[in-house]
């Protein structure tokens, strides 16, 4: 690599310390990146440089570029339901689905005590606090079918069970199109336990 200039090299470098990306992802980004219009070289850069105001949600912990994130601020949706997810990507992938309109609540982790993550680490008593205020009625969890999830959702129900709030749980099983004898004992076993009449 020694054939670069000593820039390029450096961008390389920083390039390839980003998850996921290899030395030669790295290398193919940034000869992408040198051979970009300046318009658009100025517009990466730029949004680069905009992430540093990205600011967290105050009321559900919500990635945003203000105090407040587009969708506590939103008018039109339903606050008297509120979806907690593990992480904004969580959160993006509901909002893919156009299923749904109400809250979130970000927890930003789950319960994972092998790991040294307890109820105090993740944004459980930001939960509490919003449902002791009153006009909620409906709690959706829709943390993570794996063990460290359903330990986080069995958790905030029973911190939420003398609460005169419906907690409900996102349904999983064999997803459409799926062929069962492809699919893993654990989501198959929740599958059944979550069978409804047809």
Do not use: W
């Not at 990466?44 to 570029?65: H, M, R, T, Y």
């Amino acid at each position: 690599m020694s054939h670069y200039p000593p820039s390029l090299i450096a961008l390389i470098n920083e390039l390839a310390k980003l998850p996921g990306i290899g030395r030669k992802t790295a290398e193919r980004l940034s000869m992408h990146i040198l051979r970009m219009r300046q318009d658009n070289l100025n517009r990466l850069i730029s949004s680069l440089q905009g992430i540093k105001n990205v600011d967290i949600c105050g009321l559900c912990f919500a990635l945003c570029d203000s105090g407040k994130c587009s969708f506590c601020n939103s008018g039109s949706r339903d606050t008297t339901v509120i979806c907690v997810v593990e992480k904004d990507s969580d959160m993006a992938a509901i909002e893919k689905s156009g299923a749904y309109q109400g809250m979130y609540h970000i927890l930003q982790g789950c319960l994972s005590p092998i790991d040294g993550i307890g109820p105090d680490d993740i944004r459980i008593a930001e939960l509490l606090s919003r449902v002791k205020k009153g006009g909620i009625g409906e709690i959706i969890l829709a943390t993570n079918t794996n063990v460290e999830g359903e330990a986080t959702a069995s958790y905030i129900k029973s911190r939420l069970k003398d609460f005169p709030v419906r907690i409900t749980r996102i349904a999983s099983g064999v997803p459409m199109g799926g062929d069962i004898r492809y699919v893993d004992q654990v989501t198959l076993k929740r599958a059944l336990e979550s069978r409804h009449g047809i």
